[in-house]
């Protein structure tokens, strides 16, 4: 029995509905699947009324972005209570922050004599919330590239010309922002983190002082290899695993809700140790 908890709809850079993804989630036989869109719970609401419809148990979440060693760092927030007002108000600056980067990435943009309007990007978007998923896609319709991923190896990837970093919270901010709605911090795909051969066990130990409680052990594009590491690191720090598959639809055309790659199997025993370190007991 498999669960997957991470995966995006059209409220943030994935191409799917939350009601598809609730579908797709008994497709794939899970048994429960989490909505864990960038900066945003407003997928949540039309997801978590698909309940009645489905057999998969549908969860909440968000994924949020840190500066951790001066790179960018993914945190899941599992288990939030949707219903928290002063959480909601705090996505509401981030997603504020996220326009601002969004504004000042355009100019860069222009600078480097790729201009596109905000109004290009957002004919790539299904929501308000954009993302750079969305600017590759207007910079390959405008011609500046051929194709969508050539703009991060070129133009908007992190470490290219006409990235700007949005301002990021501390890894012990979203944390405790996380934990204060009820929800367990996660750190997601720690094998994505700067590059193959950082050594993890430091810095995650100084991530769990600062708050996170698990991480991702189990992840879409892991290798066995990585899988392996990181549940034998949670395990020995305490902290707990989690795992998902970061299903984007089209955006990311290599990976399937659950599947990952191919050969994602995250266990649903995972789930009752995450539930045990929720805040507030379940809503919905
Ligand atoms: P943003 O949150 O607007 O900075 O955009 C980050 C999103 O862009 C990530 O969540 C990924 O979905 C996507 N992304 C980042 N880097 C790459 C890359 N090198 N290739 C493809 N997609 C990427
Ligand atoms: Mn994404
Ligand atoms: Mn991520
Ligand atoms: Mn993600």
């Not at 922050?97 to 004919?123: F, K, S, W, Y």
């Not at 698990?214 to 902290?239: C, D, P, S, T």
Request: glycine share 12%.
């Amino acid at each position: 029995m498999v669960i997957d908890l991470h995966c995006h709809s059209l409220h943030s850079d994935g191409t799917d509905t939350p009601e598809r993804l609730a579908l797709l989630g008994d497709e794939a036989r899970l048994t429960a699947l989490c909505l864990t869109d960038h900066d945003t719970l407003g997928g949540i609401p039309a997801f978590l009324a698909m309940q009645p419809q489905v057999k998969v148990r549908l969860l909440v979440g968000t994924e949020i972005s840190c500066r951790f060693l001066g790179r960018s760092l993914h945190v899941l927030g599992l288990l939030v209570n949707p219903l928290d007002l002063q959480f909601q108000a705090r996505l509401e600056e981030l997603r504020g922050r996220r326009e601002e980067r969004n504004h000042r990435m355009l100019l860069r943009l222009a600078e480097l004599g790729c201009p596109i309007t905000r109004e290009d990007v957002q004919d790539h978007a299904d929501s308000p919330l954009l993302s750079r998923v969305h600017f590759a896609l207007a910079l390959a319709a405008k011609g500046f590239v051929r194709r969508a991923p050539e703009a991060f190896e070129r133009l908007i990837g992190d470490d290219c010309p006409g990235f700007v970093p949005r301002q990021e919270l501390s890894p012990s901010e979203a944390s405790l922002w996380i934990r204060e709605a009820g929800g367990v911090p996660v750190v997601a795909h720690p094998g994505r983190f700067g590059g193959g051969s950082f050594r993890w066990d430091e810095a995650m130990a100084d991530l769990q002082r600062q708050g996170l409680e698990g991480l991702e052990g189990y992840y879409g594009e892991y290798r066995a290899a990585e899988q392996k590491y990181f549940v034998a690191l949670a395990a020995r720090l305490g902290m707990v695993v989690t795992g998902g598959s970061d299903y984007h639809g089209s955006h990311k055309p290599g990976l399937r809700l659950g599947r990952g790659a191919g050969g994602l199997k995250v266990p649903d025993e995972l789930l009752g140790r995450l539930e045990a370190q929720q805040r507030f007991g379940s809503y919905s």
